[in-house]
C-alpha cells in the first residue's frame, strides 16, 4: 500500500460561470489564437472585468467538434492556452469563454477535515446517546509562508460575489476526488513578505456543501486518467 491515500498532485479548483464573452477565431498558430469579440473592446478590457488567466475557451476544430484551451497568456488580441483538447479550433469558428480553472503550487499544508453532524438524545434514564447522522468535508489551503503575486491574482476568482459553483480538487492526479465547496466566513489576510519577495499569510478555509455518509479516508483510484472529468455537469477533462 502507498504511504498516502488520494494522490500527490498539487490542488485545483474549478470554477463554473456563464459565458463572460463570444467571439471568432481570427487566425491560429499552434498554442496561440487571435480572437475577435463581440462585447468587449479588447482582451484587456475583459480580463479587467472577469480575469483571463485560467479562463476556459470553447470553439470548434476543424471536424465540427467542440474543443477548448485553458488561457495561460494573452497579448493584444491573441490568447494562448495550455493545449487543445480535441485539436485547435477552425479560422471564423465561434468561441465563448466559460468556466475557469486555478491551478495552485502545492501548499505548506492541505488541512483536510471531516466533521459529523451528531444527533445527540437524553433519555429518560439519563443516558446519552449519539448518532452520527452524516460527514461533511471542509479544508485549509495554508500559503502563510509564501505565494507569489501570479498565483494570488487568481484567487480573485474564489472572492467575488458572482461566481457561486466551485469544485475543489485537492490533488490534480486524482480527478476521482472532488468536492463541491464554497469559501467559509473567514477573512482573507494577505500581506507582503520583506522585500516585496512576495506574499504571506494567505489561508484559503473551504466548507464542503455535501453531506457523506463516511469520512472519505480510504483510496479513490484515478481510474480514468488525468483531467477525466470535473464531475457531473462540470465539464469534461481539463
Known amino acids: 500500500m502507498s504511504n498516502v491515500i488520494h ?4 490542488p485545483r479548483f474549478y470554477v463554473k460561470t456563464g459565458i463572460l464573452e ?17 462585447n468587449f473592446e479588447s482582451l484587456t478590457d475583459l480580463d479587467s472585468v472577469h480575469g483571463l488567466i485560467g479562463v476556459i475557451l470553447w470553439s470548434l476544430n476543424a471536424s465540427g467538434a467542440e474543443t477548448f484551451g485553458v488561457i495561460k497568456s494573452y497579448a493584444s488580441e491573441t490568447v494562448a492556452v495550455k493545449y487543445w483538447s480535441n485539436g485547435a479550433p477552425v479560422v471564423d469558428a465561434e468561441i465563448k469563454f466559460q468556466g475557469i480553472v486555478i491551478d495552485l503550487p502545492y501548499c505548506q499544508r492541505l488541512i483536510e477535515r471531516w466533521t459529523p453532524e451528531v444527533l445527540t438524545v437524553k433519555r429518560l434514564n439519563g443516558r446519552i446517546r449519539k448518532k ?46 472532488y468536492y463541491n465547496v464554497e469559501i467559509a466566513d473567514d477573512s482573507l489576510e494577505i500581506y507582503q513578505l520583506q522585500h516585496h519577495q512576495a506574499h504571506g499569510g494567505i489561508r484559503i478555509q473551504i466548507i464542503g456543501l455535501e453531506p457523506y455518509s463516511e469520512a472519505q479516508i480510504f483510496n479513490l483510484l484515478n481510474e480514468t486518467g488525468y483531467g477525466y472529468n470535473y464531475g457531473t455537469d462540470y465539464g469534461i477533462g481539463l
Open 7 to 10: 494522490g500527490t498532485g498539487k
Open 22 to 38: 463570444t467571439g471568432k477565431i481570427v487566425s491560429v498558430s499552434g498554442l496561440s489564437a487571435e480572437v475577435d469579440l463581440y
Open 132 to 177: 452520527k447522522k452524516r460527514f461533511y468535508y471542509s479544508a485549509t489551503l495554508d500559503y502563510s509562508q509564501y505565494l507569489g503575486g501570479d498565483k494570488l491574482s487568481l484567487l480573485r476568482h474564489l472572492f467575488r460575489t458572482d461566481r457561486n459553483e466551485i469544485i475543489f480538487y485537492p490533488r490534480v492526479d486524482n480527478n476521482n476526488l
